[in-house]
Nanobody, 132 residues
């Protein structure tokens, strides 16, 4: 059973950048699809993006993003492949939320779920606050 820990959250200003890291307890993390979700107070947990099971490429896998973050956020795998990062640029007040990473072990890289119900492992979350 993989354990996930998010880090890197904090308080930033509008337009700033922030990098979140999801660190897994297993060396087999490359066999998981990893998603990022966020939840603002009073709102549903929202899909931010995901990276597929590793395909051995330099990019670390195929990536998908939610419409609200497309072009501003980038997901990648660390070189040691026990980490997945979420690089957030051009932050806006609407990006304020608790950010969670989630993972699901999958047999191939074509399985790329965007619904939170598909993921069976979750981190504890990290707070991101964007101040105007």
């Amino acid at each position: 059973q993989v354990r996930l820990v998010e880090s890197g959250g904090g308080l930033v200003q509008v337009g700033d950048s922030l990098r979140l890291t999801c660190t897994a307890s297993e060396d087999t993390f490359r066999q998981y699809v990893v998603g990022w979700f966020r939840q603002a107070p009073g709102k549903e947990r929202e899909f931010v993006g995901l990276i597929s099971r590793s395909d051995g490429s330099r990019s670390g896998g195929t990536r998908y993003y939610g419409d609200s973050v497309k072009g501003r956020f980038t997901i990648s795998r660390g070189s040691a492949e026990k980490t997945v990062t979420l690089q957030m640029d051009g932050l806006k007040p609407d990006d304020t939320a608790v950010y969670y990473c989630a993972a699901k072990r999958v047999p191939d890289r074509t399985i790329v779920p965007m619904k939170r119900e598909a993921y069976n492992y979750w981190g504890q979350g990290t707070q991101v606050t964007v101040s105007s």
